[in-house]
């Protein structure tokens, strides 16, 4: 069991009353109405069901039920457990511990809502039905997607989830107590030393800066110890660059040469050896085999395969591979089943797989639902907005936010987003949380 860290004193120091600012900025984030949207209400009693219980399904959900009193809504998931997933990377790297993390749906579902306690089975878009991991079918009216995303660790030969803490891999993406053992195996490498491996597959993925962050938090933890002499880091991308946006893909490679980590592009790891602590990556030049004492591995994702088996998939261009949702970009409705919508990460679109996204995403999907219902022409417009606080060291972090165009769209005007800051780093680790608990309840 990993231990308890030595907590680390911020580098960067900013005002308590900008801290202040960032944190009532971030809390009224939350309940600010979408520019140019009008939450339009109905009275129908159309029956709207909502496959999935993450934090997307949670918050259309709650949002329905206030847009749509009359209406039967059904959210269908077996979890019962809620995960806070943008704190498993500050479980993997000991600044939190994993029940911090921790909920219960129940506690965030309106009680009105019914709650389907089962897995989806199948979609059957054609019929408006869903069939359940217990045989039953629920028909529908209209149907929001949210079943979150795959994490396919066995799409890497030799990897398995229950690897994760030994043998030097790490994998924050699992679930908490993965993320915790990634923590253990984070402090092994410390204390040994050696070879450390970061990167991420060539699928879409979930928060695509996490995998950075960890890179950097490896760093800080090893600078920490003292022990910064004792390893070496090498982040392997996926394509050539570090980051889709260009101006933070330039600062990150700046923050990695001043502290000496290395970097390949064009590496996606296709295999591993657990007991020979080898690595091999797909390369343009072939298979490259690499032995590593640590390694942070970003398994592929894809939609789940409900979703990819379902007529709801993009049937061709680049989202259809894995199978995402065809949805519009911007209105997130199907573009060939207009009683359907998706939010969250099975949405098919070109960004948008953080939380930060669903905020914005989910109020959009369920006004323009009601406005199909109404009648009306769907107003509402996601611009692809994304944000990713990019933690560089335990006390410091960017505030990275972005839309479809890779435009910076900052929140406050006093973050730089391409400067390290403690204010930044008060947002990931104090802000972050009650905000999203906020959306959950449907305040977006």
């Known amino acids: 069991m990993p231990t ?13 009353r900008d ?40 918050a259309a959900a709650a949002r329905l039920r206030e ?36 909920d219960r749906n129940a506690r ?146 700046e923050i990695f040469a001043s502290r000496d980590v290395s970097w390949r592009p064009a590496h996606v790891l296709a295999a591993i050896d657990p007991g020979r602590q080898r690595a091999t990556y797909r390369t343009p030049d072939g298979m490259v085999e690499l032995d590593y004492d640590f390694i942070h591995l970003v398994p592929p994702m894809r939609a789940p395969r409900p979703v990819r088996d379902s007529a709801l998939a993009w049937q061709e261009g680049p989202l259809s591979a894995d199978g995402w949702v065809e949805v519009h970009k911007h209105t997130m409705q199907h573009t060939r089943f207009p009683n359907v919508f998706a939010i969250g990460d099975v949405a098919g679109v070109p960004k948008g797989k953080t939380a930060a996204s669903v905020k914005w995403q989910t109020p959009v999907a369920c006004e323009n639902l009601v406005s199909v219902i109404e009648g009306r022409e769907l107003s509402a417009s996601y611009n692809g907005y994304t944000s990713c606080p990019l933690v560089t060291r335990v006390g410091t972090a960017m505030l990275v936010e972005f839309d479809y165009d890779d435009n910076l769209v900052p929140s406050f005007p006093f973050i730089d987003p391409l400067e390290e800051s403690w204010v930044a780093w008060v947002i990931e680790e104090k802000a972050l949380k009650p905000t999203y608990h906020a959306m959950l309840r449907g305040l977006a």
């Open 19 to 58: 801290a202040l600012k960032a944190l009532a900025g971030v809390a009224a984030i939350g309940t600010i109405p979408l520019a140019g949207a009008r939450a339009q209400t109905s009275q129908s009693r159309a029956k709207i069901v909502v496959a999935g219980a993450g934090a997307a399904g949670l």
């Open 108 to 253: 965030f579902l309106p009680g009105t809502v019914e709650w389907i306690k089962a897995e989806v089975a199948e979609i059957d878009a054609e019929a408006n039905r869903i069939v359940t991991s217990a045989g039953q079918s629920v028909a529908y009216d209209f149907l929001v997607v949210a079943t979150g995303l795959h994490l396919d660790y066995e799409g890497i030969e030799g990897m398995s989830s229950d690897l994760i803490g030994r043998h030097g891999i790490a994998s924050i993406y699992a679930g908490p107590e993965q993320a915790w053992a990634s923590w253990g195996a984070m402090q092994s490498f410390v204390e040994r030393g050696g070879q450390g491996h970061f990167g991420r597959p060539s699928t879409e993925m979930k928060c695509a800066g996490a995998p950075l962050k960890y890179t950097l938090l490896t760093d800080d933890r090893l600078r920490t110890a003292g022990r910064r002499g004792s390893a070496e880091l090498t982040y392997f991308a996926h394509n050539q660059g570090l980051f889709a946006v260009p101006p933070v893909n330039e600062k990150v490679g």
């Open 4 to 16: 308890d860290p030595t907590p680390t004193k911020p580098t960067f120091t900013l005002s308590r």
């Open 67 to 102: 847009l749509m009193p009359n209406a039967a809504i059904v959210i269908i998931d077996a979890r019962e457990q809620h995960w806070f997933q943008p704190g498993f990377t500050l479980v993997g790297s000991g600044v939190w511990r994993p029940e911090q993390t921790i």
